[in-house]
């Protein structure tokens, strides 16, 4: 597998990560019987959603700008994608952290903060293995994950220290 993405690649992958947080989130929200959490479940699918969105804007934007607007799709890059998310940033539904956080804001504020933290650190690995467009590309999304994980504190504020 290549080591190097262009940066509509790595697009692609951000907007894989917030789809995958939404399905986390949606599925806890099910599964929780806990009413207060349910609903900062929902809001934390919502803020995936909105971040998704936000990613769809930077690629349209990028393909704009890009002479390589026919970009190509590649299955096989896609579905590398995907594994690295599901292994590195959304633990699996259920995994002991995540039936933990069932139950108890804090342990879900803390899991959403890990996946954003994680999300930066695997995006700074990105930087170490690209250049040009790609790295710029790259911290746009780091700019976007940090205003997430501040989004995060005005929930643990909301949802924990009531």
């Known amino acids: 597998m290549k080591n190097h993405f262009n940066a509509l690649e ?8 917030e789809k995958k947080g939404k399905k986390f989130y949606l599925t806890h929200a099910k599964a929780t019987d806990n009413l207060e ?6 809001k934390l ?5 909105e971040h998704y969105k936000k990613f769809v804007e930077l690629t349209e934007e990028l393909k704009g700008k890009s002479d390589k607007a026919d970009y190509l799709y590649d299955e096989e890059v896609s579905a590398y ?3 690295l998310v599901e292994l ?8 002991e952290k995540s039936k933990e956080a069932l139950n108890d804001a804090k342990k879900a504020l803390d899991l959403a903060i890990r996946a954003e933290k994680d999300a930066i650190l695997f995006y700074r690995e990105m930087c170490a293995n690209n250049s040009g467009e790609t790295i710029e590309a790259v911290e746009k999304l780091i700019k976007e994950k940090k205003r997430h994980l501040r ?6 504020e909301e949802y924990v220290k009531k």
């Open 10 to 17: 790595v697009m692609e992958m951000a907007k894989d990560i």
């Open 37 to 42: 959490l349910k609903e900062l479940f929902n």
């Open 45 to 49: 699918a919502d803020a995936q959603e």
């Open 81 to 83: 994608f995907e594994y």
């Open 88 to 95: 590195t940033i959304f633990p699996a539904y259920n995994s």
């Open 151 to 156: 989004e995060l504190g005005k929930y643990i």
